[in-house]
């Protein structure tokens, strides 16, 4: 049973340009997290999503970033017009239905802006 | 808002001692506990997950509790080793609605057995 796939594990972006995160939960998980750790900073919750739905987006910065999780695919985390602040790891988590089991991440996207 | 504070920052052991971290937090009204470890450039794994209803959990040389009145949680690590060596971090989720699903981290305990 693989786990929760992320990619690119790394990814680097000059400034302005666009950032696509791509994450797949692991098999069964229908519920998908992100988390955004800034260098020297703890992990801040960013997003929570379920097939086509948004549930929680209260961590997400009001503007350029965006979340999918669609019917079919992975779950998109997307940075538009990215500058250096922008620059961290980016973890993805998934969990089943029933989160009491926990959440189980991925091993993260570093993205660099230059 | 939920605050999640993990003492110490750092912490280094000769191997094959046995270390408590420490987790607290201001809100009790939790749904679970997560504790991971985050090794350098690296995911997170989860080592022990404990239930708003449960005291402890226990998973080979790892023992972690959870006193929910007074806000803590420990690691217990029994009989260290260089292996240990790496950030622990503590997670908390709520049970506010809306906010049930996102785990709030602490900053983590970066630990270093030395053999």
């Known amino acids: 049973n693989a786990g929760v796939m992320q990619n690119p594990r790394h990814l680097v972006r000059r400034r302005g340009q666009e950032a696509r995160l791509r994450c797949s939960p692991m098999?069964?998980?229908?519920?998908v997290y992100w988390y955004r750790q800034l260098p020297e900073e703890g992990l801040k919750f960013m997003v929570y999503?379920?097939?086509?739905?948004?549930?929680?987006e209260s961590g997400m910065p009001k503007e350029r970033f965006s979340a999918e999780f669609p019917k079919e695919g992975p779950s998109i985390l997307r940075i538009q017009q990215v500058v250096r602040g922008d620059s961290a790891a980016y973890f993805c988590?998934?969990?089943?239905?029933?989160?009491?089991?926990?959440?189980?991440f991925g091993p993260g996207t570093r993205l660099t802006v230059t | 808002k939920q605050e999640v504070t993990q003492i110490p920052a750092a912490l280094s052991v000769p191997e094959g001692e046995n270390l408590v971290l420490n987790c607290s937090f201001t809100?009790?009204?939790?749904?679970?506990l997560q504790w991971f470890r985050q090794d350098p450039g690296k995911g997170l794994t989860s080592l022990l997950l404990?239930?708003?209803?449960?005291r402890e959990q226990t998973s080979g040389r790892l023992n972690a509790s959870l006193d929910k009145s007074s806000g803590r949680s420990t690691l217990y690590i029994a009989a260290s080793q260089p292996g240990d060596s790496a950030t622990y971090l503590c997670a908390v989720s709520l049970i506010s609605s809306g906010s049930a699903r996102q785990l709030t981290f602490g900053s983590g305990t970066q630990l270093t057995v030395l053999p």
């Open positions: 404990i239930q708003s209803s449960q």
């Open positions: 999503l379920q097939k086509e739905n948004i549930i929680d």
């Open positions: 098999k069964g998980h229908s519920h």
């Open positions: 809100d009790s009204a939790i749904y679970n």
């Open positions: 988590a998934s969990s089943p239905p029933d989160s009491r089991g926990g959440q189980y």
